[in-house]
């Protein structure tokens, strides 16, 4: 059974830039969630993709937005770079019919805004 | 609101030492999951809990579902060098898609 995969690992970009980072999903789920941690922080709740959809939404601005393709596997894009959009960004995935509410996260991208 | 306070914030401890942390809320969970995060990595699932009441073990891991739902208790048993690293509490979002996570408890183990 293959795990949560994230790409790439770190990445720096600066002030204005866009960028799009990468999750593949555990095998057998069909449901993926994106999630901010900023350092000394838990995991703040972005968004979620069901079924190609955005299914749920945290407090983030719109220039967060993302994707999910027939695989399951899933992107988000941030737009207009802050430098406060530094932190790990997460992916989780889930199964959703059984018990969504259980994730299981990828590594992370560590993303740095200069 | 859904926050989740955890406690104590950071513990210094001998190894060896048994070690316990909860989890509160103002709001009613019906799920609660415990995750432990190490440096450069994502959180890794120890232990979900879906009914109030539930006791769980996972190795030297116990954690329980309050019968009130708002709060959960993880208890580590003679702690070891490896168990080093930050625990989280979680519960579902009331749109049960994402999760809320307390701040966590940062275990330090001394030699």
Sequence with gaps: ETGVTQSPTHLIKTR???????CSSQSGHNTVSWYQQALGQGPQFIFQYYREEEN??????????GLQFPNYSSELNVNALELDDSALYLCASSFWGGSTDTQYFGPGTRLTVL | GQ???QSPQSMFIQE??????NCTSSSI???????KQ???EGPVLLIALYKAGELTSNGRLT???GITRK?????ISASIPSDVGIYFCAGPRRGADGLTFGKGTHLIIQP
């Design chain 1, 16 to 22: 204005g830039q866009q960028v799009t980072l990468r």
């Design chain 2, 63 to 65: 954690a329980q579902f």
């Design chain 2, 3 to 5: 926050q989740l306070n």
């Design chain 2, 16 to 21: 060896g030492e048994d070690v316990s942390m």
């Design chain 2, 29 to 35: 969970f019906n799920t609660w999951l415990w995750y």
């Design chain 2, 38 to 40: 190490e440096p450069g």
């Design chain 2, 71 to 75: 709060d959960s208790f993880l208890n």
């Design chain 1, 56 to 65: 749920g939404r945290g407090n983030f601005p719109p220039r967060f937005s």
